[in-house]
């Protein structure tokens, strides 16, 4: 699974001029499925974007985390980020996980983030329209794999 994060002072997203999920000062998290991942990779990733250090401590240094800070999580499904853009000018979608899948472990990660901070999202297939503040800026990409 994959996340791209990045650190907001505010963040929202849109669908069919209602907004759906929304949060203050956090982390703002595009989701990506790909096709081998399981369970075990929505628990891996939702604790590395909880304990990720991208917020300043007293002296200035990136070293709290989302729940060190109590920050609010905005988690948004993207299968775009599992596409294999290594050749031609079209990515190709065939490494992101089916939409049954991609839905599920999304959930799964939601459901494992909401049990330690707040968490809000976008919604699962839909067009969307995210709007944010970026703080920084600050953007990282995490990508957790199968073991083996």
């Known amino acids: 699974m994959i996340a791209l994060i990045q650190r907001v002072a505010e963040a929202a997203v849109t669908v069919d001029g209602e907004v759906v999920g929304a949060i203050g000062p956090g982390v703002l998290a595009l989701i990506g499925v790909e096709r081998s991942d399981d369970d075990a990779q929505a628990a891996r990733l939702a604790e590395r974007v909880l304990s990720y250090r991208v917020f300043a401590d007293g002296d200035g240094r990136m070293n709290l985390s989302l729940l060190d800070v109590n920050g609010a999580l905005l988690a948004v499904p993207q299968f ?12 190709s979608l065939s490494g992101a996980a089916s939409p049954e899948v991609g839905a599920r472990l999304f959930n799964r990660f939601v459901e494992l983030a909401g049990q330690k901070i707040r968490v809000s999202t976008g919604r699962f297939g839909a067009h969307m329209k995210v709007s944010l503040v970026n703080d920084g800026p ?3 990409w995490l990508q957790v794999r199968p073991l083996g």
Do not use: I, M, W
């Not at 294999?84 to 990515?91: I, L, Q, S, V, Y």
């Open 80 to 91: 775009t980020l599992a596409a294999d853009t290594e050749k031609g000018n079209r990515a």
């Open 138 to 140: 600050v953007t990282f």
